[in-house]
């Protein structure tokens, strides 16, 4: 790897698995004296073998001592560098899953010399020894946080490295013709031309393309990996609430029959056919004088402008005039989302309302043609099952496969933008015949933002910032 970062030295501990009690849990070494500092705590079942001592990917059963107390009986399993998950020699302990016996270990260790480690410090030893790049490195995390299939199989391509080999193709290409621009450069007062202009301008054309694909692709990454944020929108005591508890089967929201109970945004979310929905219940429309009601609606408008999806829950015994001037403020926000038009309550209506509500949905569908609309009953769990699938059909994310590199982290997506203005520089530096040092500085720094994403440039704040954000243990 090209750049190579300061790091905390030692030999580090820490528990890798998550916090509280259960079967088994995993306490992780790594550094030069990794087995040497476990040997001093850890007897094999058979006297003659320490873990110093033995071959790579090795797994010992054994106990851990406290002097001549027996703490725990564990496996010991190690991986010597340079074939670790860090790149050094890292014994992983796997002991019973009690919080006491984990804290008693750790401990031991830390007597034995080892330190605790930081938040990321594993996977940032992995990183600076050249195991893994910056961008699979926070794929980590994003592996570890997945919460759906597609967020899964884009942490899993992405730590894979699929997402680097692209990014190093293009900055391969781009050296090559950086390289040539520079060297005409040296030979200035020669006025000789190295670099073909014509395949530079196609080059460019073609990276420029591919870059923007990328960046484009945050917006499916994005929604793929924190969830499809989807705003329940209506009139107060339209059973938006009730809605929200039905969706994420919890009782996330305040119901009552007093309109305006809703007064902030409330959110969860759930995966429906291996999407990730970030549901959004807000305050219910209509005029009103209180001052902390008209900020929830304010909100209410704000999350609206901000989803993909939106769910219109109506009343069905609202009045239909009434249903009618409501849509004059709604539809006009929807235009460039998704919209599913729900009418509540359906279990309420008699046979008169229910001729009355199909001329209504007539109207609103004149209105926002192809817009789909059913009639639920959110008390009575009627029809939501039908609400669900209509979420799927609207979300129409792609299946990620493995072949797939799409974008999910802003850090990621901001670099590629000012990448993609660097190269749009070149492009248009070429048409105009600006100078060939000024080309040459632009190749340079849509370079630079390119390597930011991996790693190959970085700066300590950068990693410090990234690396912050992991589990202890990881």
């Known amino acids: 790897m090209a750049t190579i970062i300061p790091q905390l030295g030692g030999t580090i501990c820490a528990i890798a698995t998550p916090a509280g ?21 850890f007897k094999a079942a058979n006297a003659h073998k320490r873990l110093s001592t033995q071959p790579a990917n090795t797994t010992l059963y054994g106990h851990i001592y406290d002097n001549d107390e027996v703490v725990d009986e564990v496996v010991a399993t190690l991986f010597r560098a340079p074939h670790s998950f860090t790149g050094e020699d890292t014994v992983e302990i796997a002991c019973h899953g009690s919080q006491y016996i984990q804290q008693r270990i750790v401990t031991l260790l830390l007597s034995a010399g080892c330190r605790m480690a930081e938040p990321g410090e594993f996977t940032r030893r992995a990183f600076a020894s050249g195991r893994i790049d910056l961008s699979q490195a926070e794929a980590v995390a994003d592996l570890i946080a997945a919460t759906s299939a597609s967020a899964h199989r884009l942490a899993m391509n992405q730590m894979r490295g699929q997402f680097s080999r692209r990014l190093a193709d293009l900055r391969l290409q781009l050296l090559d013709f950086v390289s040539l621009i520079e060297l005409e450069l040296d030979f200035s007062e020669e006025d000789v031309q190295f670099a073909d202009r014509t395949r530079l301008k196609a080059l460019t054309q073609e990276i420029g393309g591919e870059i923007g694909r990328l960046a484009q692709s945050f917006a499916v990454g994005n929604a793929i990996k924190n969830g499809v944020p989807v705003a329940i929108v209506g009139e107060t005591n339209a059973g938006k609430s009730t809605l929200l508890n039905r969706l994420v089967h919890d009782e996330r929201a305040l119901v009552s029959d007093i309109h305006g109970t809703t007064r902030d945004v409330i959110e969860d979310t759930i995966t429906l056919g291996g999407t990730l929905f970030r549901f959004i219940d807000t305050a219910g429309i209509r005029e009103t004088d209180d001052t902390i009601e008209s900020m929830g609606i304010e909100r ?62 007539e109207k609103l569908i004149a209105l926002r043609p192809n817009t789909p609309t059913l009639r639920i009953s959110a008390k009575n769990d009627h ?92």
Not at 24 to 34: H, K, M, P, W
Not at 304 to 312: F, K, R
Not at 344 to 353: F, W
Not at 454 to 462: A, F, K, L, N, P
Request: aromatic share 4%.
């Open 300 to 361: 209410t408008f704000g999350k609206l402008q901000q989803s993909d999806i939106a769910v219109w829950l109506i009343d069905s015994t609202t009045s239909p005039a009434d249903v009618e001037a409501l849509a004059q403020r709604i539809l006009p926000l929807c235009e460039d989302k998704k919209l599913i038009i729900a009418f509540n309550k359906a279990d309420l209506l008699s046979a008169e309302r229910n001729s009355q509500l199909d001329t209504l949905q």
């Open 21 to 41: 009690s259960g079967g088994i849990a995993v306490i992780r070494v790594s550094g030069s004296n990794a087995m040497d500092l476990c040997d001093s705590i």
């Open 383 to 474: 029809g939501i099952e039908a609400l669900e699938q209509q979420l799927i059909t609207a979300a129409q994310l792609p299946t990620a496969d493995n072949s797939d590199v799409i974008v999910t982290n802003a850090r990621h997506h901001q670099a590629l933008i000012l990448a993609l203005d660097a190269i749009n520089r070149v492009s248009d530096g070429l048409d105009m015949g600006i100078p060939t040092d000024f080309v040459a500085q632009d190749i340079r720094e849509c370079m630079h933002h390119l390597g930011e994403i991996t790693g190959q440039i970085s700066t300590d704040e950068i990693l410090g910032s990234i690396f912050a954000r992991f589990c202890i243990g990881k």
